[in-house]
């Protein structure tokens, strides 16, 4: 059984910069595509940010470009959020999930396979 397991989130200033791990066990990430979505309370989850594959498309939605960053390290099977000028606006969960479907960045959350647990991120001063 698949399992993803998120590390990284906290609280930090506006500003500043937090980069969320997410580590595969049970399946090889080199044929999913992986993505990062986010979700406040009493709202929908959000994709924000695919790679779909290790030199495919990259995705990221408007509120984070040029801020954030996704990556992947097949070799770790791990993926990577590096989010830098953080505002109060990008405070919510965090979720990493998988897509078994590697040709598409897919923005639903039905067409995840594999999430993570979830971690928070606070951005306050």
């Known amino acids: 059984q698949g399992q993803l397991v998120e590390s990284g989130g906290g609280l930090v200033q506006p500003g500043g910069s937090l980069r969320l791990s997410c580590a595969a066990s049970?399946?090889?990430?080199?044929?999913?595509?992986v993505s990062w979505f986010r979700q406040v309370p009493g709202k929908e989850r959000e994709a924000i940010s695919c790679?779909?594959?290790?030199?495919?498309?990259?995705y990221y939605t408007d509120s984070v470009k040029g801020r954030f960053t996704i990556s992947r390290d097949n070799v770790k099977n791990t993926m990577y959020l590096q989010m830098n000028s953080l505002k109060p606006e990008d405070t919510a969960v965090y979720y990493c999930?998988?897509?078994?479907?590697?040709?598409?960045?897919?923005?639903?959350?039905?067409?995840?396979?594999?999430w993570g647990q979830g971690t928070q991120v606070t951005v306050s001063s």
């Open positions: 999930a998988t897509d078994g479907d590697y040709s598409r960045c897919s923005s639903l959350v039905a067409s995840q396979d594999y």
């Open positions: 049970g399946f090889t990430l080199d044929y999913y595509t």
């Open positions: 790679i779909s594959s290790s030199t495919g498309p990259i």
